[in-house]
């Protein structure tokens, strides 16, 4: 495999593009984790290259899956160890992508209802909303 963007061809090149999508979804996940986001910036594109190879491949996925079948058992154990550590990273990214929105989401209600004058300190009156108020009891 000349470059990433080549189509696996011989079973080497494919074992060699497993083990380079394997890398990039432990990376993402790595970054996510860490809170890396200028590593996840440099990851992203090679896994949307990935799947532009997927894509590419005859058949799509269901021939990659054919053409994985048919690996020598040697290749055959190994991706498969591959493939499954790879599904982990991505089902882990996957729930930290949903829990930093969470996170995002809970951060920017704080901010909005710090910046309403409903909130503990202001002098005007109005309307408050629940739970905008803050407690003067300690």
Excluded at 49 to 78: C, K, Q, T
Excluded at 121 to 136: A, K, L
């Amino acid at each position: 495999m000349t470059s990433l963007l080549d189509v696996p061809v011989t079973e080497e090149d494919l074992v060699e593009f497993i083990v380079f999508v394997g890398s990039c979804m432990a990376s993402q996940r790595e970054s996510i984790e860490k809170g890396n986001w200028q590593q996840l910036n440099e990851v992203i594109p090679k896994l949307q290259e990935a799947l532009l190879v997927i894509s590419r491949f005859p058949g799509g996925m269901d021939g990659l899956r054919d053409r994985l079948e048919n690996l020598p058992e040697i290749h055959r154990e190994s991706i498969n160890q591959l493939m499954e550590s790879a599904a982990v990273d991505r089902r882990v990214a996957a729930e930290l992508i949903k829990i930093n929105l969470h996170r995002l989401s809970a951060l920017k209600v704080l901010h909005e209802n710090s910046l309403t004058d409903e909130t503990y300190g202001s002098d005007n009156s109005g309307i408050s909303r629940p739970g905008s108020r803050v407690s003067t009891r300690a």
